[in-house]
């Protein structure tokens, strides 16, 4: 099969790659119908050393089973499904909880062994508690919203939650990628009231505006901290989304939370080190919380608005490439011309 | 009147200073009947700069009102009172959100032109919203627990609830300090039924099983991480309460806590920069939480068992000194011969 592989940081190529097969009794192996680059795909595109090349890419996508290992139950082949980006046995004492990132059972694909998204086929790990069958046929127009639900969605509905956003907040969020607009879509769905987006891509922060945002601050750094402490009486919001995962974001983050907020964080951290000490959040109470999503805890919960067309998750693409184009998809994103890539099969 | 200064490190002295005056027409004038001091006053006691000297220390009391400012209603002179460490208008909407640690008008005591509680008197700011009256005499014998209340106790009881345990929880402490041995207490009080504290020495430890400790670790560092994992099946446990400020506590706080769980920090930071990255707080999905106490906002929570003698947060003290033998006091605490030293007047 054909498949999206990263050599090194810029060198990123689709070529040929083993057909996956079912290894052990819990796999399935499923022919991609969908798939996307995310932004956390541009972070390695950015910075992986040669050494720790070649590596598989991607992680979201919507397929039909092809094969199913001897211990699959519940999943037949030909059926329409969504993974999320994580695999995960969804029984663990952690998957019963909501936490599928931390399955002891679980992993990431594109790692150990497990092929990437990108391509043409992927062998799905603990795939029963894994994929979750879709009720459409594969040229349904709902596809890039259900799409979604693999990982950008369902991320930014993490932040949403993680913060404890509630009716009649007052959110920001920022980032202005696609988990960062679907963190505005998801704050608002759990009621909040005014939801201040800082990103400086007007094409995006119009988009954001769609999914809810009520303001929206494209100045950066202290700049754009002072203009939120300004539409907010000085005090700054209680619950901050951060989808960038940038020191920069964390320190803006830091600026505009108020006190005894919470900081919650989705975008994947750049950096180990971060100022926590008195100046800066335990001084005020300020909560830091927030992790890779466990997306497979929010499917059922996100699906019925989804099918319904109550929200449109799926407006986050704004480009269709082919798998063989998957490299200039990179480029796009990287280059801003792209808000989110999908590759249809 | 007679006051303690601490002048550089390790350089703290009784002597004499102005009488404490009524200055804003919300103050109150307080004479100490009972002060201590704090885990938190050996941090500048080991590191401060001269450059940074002469300060006023101490900032936990119990004492009589003796005069009152002319906005201030509701106290009376001759009222036996206890005071949060910090003071705060209890009105405004940080206050009426029980985080008085960030009100406007609040503030701490020895900084800012206000006096230490190391001392005869002390000027109070916001009397009427920072001062609890007490239901005793001046020479009950729940003192001792009550002047918890202006600290350590509540102090714990924020580490708790920040954490959120809740019934049938299972929670680690870590510091055998009085706020690490009420934090157990508090997270006895809310339910928790495990409780595992990480401390060495063994009078203190003792203590925090009297308090309701289940089990406990003498051991540091990456011998007390796996020593806590064995307790719990490798998992850690959910809440972690950090009751000590420095990095190494710091790091076995994020070598012991569950994934999907929460540290929550009482300790004031010793440093600003910690790891948060994926490879500690961000991949486990790790919360983050604490500051400095509200404990105004626990006074009236935590009263009534304190005085039908429910619980004995006192027993932190062991041992008593006069105003003139506060250096004694410091040093004692400095070499662990003393857990909490009470000034008594």
Redesign the interface.
Same mark, same amino acid.
């Given at each position: 099969m054909r498949a999206t592989i990263l050599h090194e940081a810029g060198d990123v190529r689709v070529e040929d790659a083993p057909d996956p097969v079912i290894e052990q009794p819990t796999d399935a192996v499923v022919r991609t119908v969908r798939s996307c680059v995310c932004g956390s795909d541009l972070h390695p595109f950015h910075s992986l050393p040669a050494a720790d090349g070649p590596t598989p890419m991607g992680h979201e996508f919507i397929g039909v089973v092809e094969e199913l290992g001897s211990e699959v139950t519940g999943l037949n082949r030909g059926d329409l499904v969504v993974s999320p980006f994580a695999f995960a046995d969804n029984t663990c004492e952690?998957c019963r909880?909501g *936490?599928h990132?931390?399955c002891p059972k679980g992993g990431w694909y594109g790692a150990g062994g497990i092929g990437g998204a990108q391509a043409e086929a992927v062998r799905v790990p603990q795939a029963q508690g894994t994929l979750v069958k879709l009720p459409t046929g594969v040229d349904s127009a709902l596809l890039p919203s259900l799409l979604t639900l693999a990982d950008v969605y369902g991320t930014g509905y993490h932040a949403a939650k993680?913060a404890r956003v509630r009716e009649g907040d007052t959110v920001t969020v920022i980032g202005d990628g696609a988990v960062g607009l679907l963190a505005v879509l998801s704050a608002k769905q759990l009621g909040a009231e005014r939801i201040i987006l800082m990103g400086r891509h007007k094409d995006r922060t119009d988009l954001g505006r769609f999914f809810g945002a009520t303001d929206v601050i494209a100045e950066r750094g202290e700049e754009g901290i002072a203009k939120l402490r300004d539409l907010t009486g000085g005090h700054g919001t209680r619950a901050v989304l951060e989808a960038v995962g940038h020191m920069p974001a964390y320190e803006m983050a830091v600026g505009v939370v108020r @006190? /005894?907020g919470v900081i919650s964080?989705v975008g $994947?951290?750049q950096?180990?080190?971060? @100022? $926590? &000490?008195? /100046?800066? *959040?335990? &001084? !005020?109470?300020?909560? *830091?919380? &927030? /992790? @890779?999503a !466990?997306v497979r805890a929010y499917i059922d919960e996100l699906l019925p608005a989804v099918l319904d067309g109550a929200v449109d998750p799926g407006r986050v693409f704004d480009r269709t490439v082919s798998l063989e184009e998957v490299p200039d998809g990179y480029r796009a994103m990287d280059r801003r011309e792209a808000l989110k890539v999908m590759i249809a099969f």
């Open positions: 952690y909880e *936490l990132t931390s993680q @006190p /005894g964080r $994947v951290p950096y180990e080190d971060a @100022p $926590v &000490g008195f /100046g800066s *959040l335990f &001084g !005020p109470n300020i909560t *830091l919380t &927030g /992790g @890779p !466990p």
